[in-house]
DNA sequence: GTCTATATCTCGATAGAC
DNA sequence: GTCTATCGAGATATAGAC
């Protein structure tokens, strides 16, 4: 029992390199010109060996989307600890803009797995993206209902398009000052919103 | 003199074709994922052929972007007539709502495409999508400017990014209404600035 | 359980007949 | 100028030795 457990927990060990080396590749070259030798490499295991732990290269990519989940849930979590809604949603605005660099070197991580994933033909994985991105959404439109703010789900549609636009732009003009400069406008605006009766 | 110029204007028929092609099928399917066969099929040329016209598959991804470009300037010519720059970056505004079925479907053809472009480790083809985004960004900052608004670049950058934005997560939610709800919003804002003086 | 070797397939690009 | 046949690179996935 003591010896499956070991065996257990070392392959749930390299599963769990792969797949954080899977959501990094992914991310910096993403699905298409990303090859499995690519992911072993990063995660140092031999090529053939990837197939013990997933199947297919799409269970690669699937990890990889749950790895981003993972993450995401990670920040809303801490995010849920500041005092009031508005800081929370500022907060994640400022976590935004501190990953600046990234998002002008790759993107944001879901957002461009989602618009790569729309390109197929055959439906795989689609929608599978775009459920981490609604994850952000309600998250979102939690915090603006908390505010006692009309139109909840409107008004975190504009926050999270926000953050996809200006992730993308400053991906596409390499320019991470686009992140700041949104970013700003963005804080400001949080700080406007005031609740319809007073 | 009359043969050659019939051949030519043959040749360049065929490039065209080509490019309108090209543009279609990577829009919908993505660089990555699109070989020269489905290109060659979507314009009814011979797949050996293509190389006649074009030398690389990048020259048709070039041919493409150049393609989305000509629409834009097109787009906006038509804009510039429109009485007031209020009118025009409302027309600009309502245009991307009339597109909202093919946002949904595929995305917006350029940032599509600059999504993918970034993702190459080599420099190939990278921020020639930028360029065509950079241009709309142009035209909007010379808008607000002549509704003489602080920081037009601002302005100009918020609008493309919220276009950006909503045209990823319409893509990505597969919903087109994320496009009439954002487009409305922008409508009510671009209504609501006033110039600093007055 | 781990890794090597390789089968198989697809695509971009080329050579050369017509 | 047009098209066919095919090469060669590179990828996923598998078979099987250890």
Redesign the interface.
Known sequence: MTNSGDRRARASQKRRRLTAAAARVLH???T??TTLADIAREADVPVGNVYYHFRTKDELVRAALTEHRAHLDGLTGRLDRLPGPRARLKGLVEEWIAQRETAAR??CPT??L???L????DGTL??E??AV??HLLDWAAEQFRALRLPAPD?LA??L???????S??A????DPD?MS??GA?LLHWLDSLQPADG
């Open positions: 910096a070259q993403g298409e010109r790759h993107g957002g461009t989602a618009v790569e729309g390109k197929r033909a689609e929608g993206a775009g991105i609604r409107d549609l504009t999270v398009s926000a953050y996809q636009g200006m993308l732009l991906n596409a003009l390499r686009v400069r949104e406008r």
